[in-house]
């Protein structure tokens, strides 16, 4: 296995004229028509120098196609010794904390340094193999830069049982889950929920946005606290929120869509920063560390697969969240429901 890029380059014949680009380079490399897809999308093709990012592009006799084809990849994770702050651990499944800046599972971009390298360093052989190789026993993921608390699975009976009480996301079931959100701005009453399907952003397809005759996605939030600006005036607020789905970034995109974008999202409330300067020194000092969307995983609860008893777990906000928060109460904090009195309903 080679761990350098290969270059492909040839011009396109006589015959060639008016070919598709991917039917093309089936006949040039040795790869699957979608693999040589995605090299396309992904930027990975030239045409005469310039970049070419559509797979059905029709090519001209004479032009110069080159290909950067990437190394192979290792077909399953490799086990990484990473700390894990592990909240509960037994024989079905194990819970933890997790931290900024961790992928759940590889992916394009993220093939290593992942949850799931930890885990397998940490569980061996134990994790439940029905999310394939590269997602052993995931059943349920957060955001890269979303902290708190999640579970994974360590048998296929455990595996299939968490995943039937996601898939009702608590409507019937006993799942429990809150997430903690600081948000720019008040909201207009004290509870509300958002009710807007979401789909893959039309410009963008990394991102998320409320589109017409998407998938349907249903947000419950609560106004837990309210913030003052360094002038006296509402500035922002922390809010729980509860799903009634499990889209890709839901909370953020739901949030940013009623004009309360997460303090820190510089993807779906890159307009908002302006408003930092708002903020309090101390404030501002907190949240440009932050470098992260605002937003913690704080409560799960679910019935144990193998039990039947119901569990639950919180995870304390980290310390960046944890400093913005207090910063944020200093000049003035309007609170309606302790963060502590999430766990008693």
Not at 233 to 259: D, F, M, N, W, Y
Not at 283 to 302: K, M, S, V
């Amino acid at each position: 296995m080679t761990d350098r890029v290969r270059h492909l380059s040839f011009h396109a014949t006589d015959a060639e004229q008016g070919e598709r680009l991917d039917r093309l380079l089936t006949q040039h490399a040795d790869l699957s028509r979608s693999r040589l897809k995605a090299l396309i999308l992904a930027g990975a093709v030239a045409i005469d120098g310039a970049t070419v990012r559509d797979p059905s592009r029709c090519v001209n006799r004479g032009e110069a196609v080159t290909v950067a084809i990437p190394p192979a990849e290792p077909a399953e994770p490799a086990p990484e010794d990473i700390p894990l702050a592990i909240l509960y651990e037994d024989d079905a499944l194990i819970v933890i904390d997790k931290p900024k800046g961790l992928v759940v599972h590889p992916a394009a971009g993220n093939r290593t340094g992942t949850l799931v390298n930890a885990l397998i360093a940490h569980c061996g052989a134990s994790l439940s193999g029905i999310g394939g190789v590269k997602r052993p026993g995931i059943v349920h993921r957060l955001d890269k830069d979303t902290t708190g608390v999640m579970v994974v699975a360590k048998t296929d009976r455990a595996h299939r049982r968490l995943s039937a009480q996601f898939a009702d996301h608590g409507r019937t079931g006993p799942l429990q889950r809150a997430y903690l959100a600081f948000v720019w701005g008040v909201p207009d009453r004290p509870q509300g929920t958002i009710d807007a399907p979401l789909d893959r952003h039309p410009k963008a397809r990394d991102k998320r946005a409320v589109r017409a005759g998407g998938r349907a996605a249903i947000t419950h939030w609560q106004l837990l606290e309210t913030y003052q600006g360094r002038d006296g005036k509402p500035v922002a607020s922390l809010l729980v929120c509860q799903l009634e789905t499990g889209r890709t970034h839901q909370i953020r995109v739901h949030l940013a869509h009623i004009g309360h974008p997460l303090l820190g999202d510089d993807t779906y409330g890159p307009g908002f920063r302006t408003k930092a300067a708002l903020l309090a020194p101390e404030t501002r000092q907190a949240f440009e560390a932050l470098g992260r969307q605002a937003l913690h995983a704080h409560i799960l609860g679910f019935e144990h697969p193998e039990t039947g008893a119901q569990v639950n777990f919180k995870s304390g906000l980290p310390d960046d969240l944890k400093r913005l928060r207090q910063s944020l109460a200093k000049p003035a904090t309007e609170r309606r429901r302790s963060v502590s009195d999430l766990t008693k309903t």
